[in-house]
């Protein structure tokens, strides 16, 4: 659900973050982030739109900084993907040091 349906309508004061969890209580401390569209704003959908505080975005866009470079290397399947459909734990495979 994004945040335009958690509200119930389009009252930014009553939002929820995603990225903390936290309310969102005055619409100067928050970045509106929705898919690339090029329809005049009145236009655009309304159901990929999120509303984060200010420093979430900033955390956010630091966050998909790191995806990409994960993506760049190569790794975005096994360190991405695998672990949102599956327990990190089982994925986890330790290299045990020879002590003898």
Do not use: K
């Amino acid at each position: 659900m994004s945040a335009e349906e958690s509200r119930g309508g389009s009252d930014v004061h009553q939002s929820i973050c995603p990225w903390c969890a936290e309310n969102i209580d005055h619409p100067t401390d928050c970045v509106r982030i929705a898919p690339p569209d090029r329809r005049p704003p009145e236009h655009r959908p309304t159901v990929n739109r999120w509303y984060l505080h200010a420093d979430c975005a900033a955390e956010w866009r630091e966050f998909v900084g790191h995806l990409r470079t994960l993506a760049g290397r190569g790794a975005f399947r096994t360190l991405v993907e695998g672990p949102l459909s599956g327990d990190v734990n089982e994925m986890l495979e330790w290299e045990l040091v020879d002590t003898s």
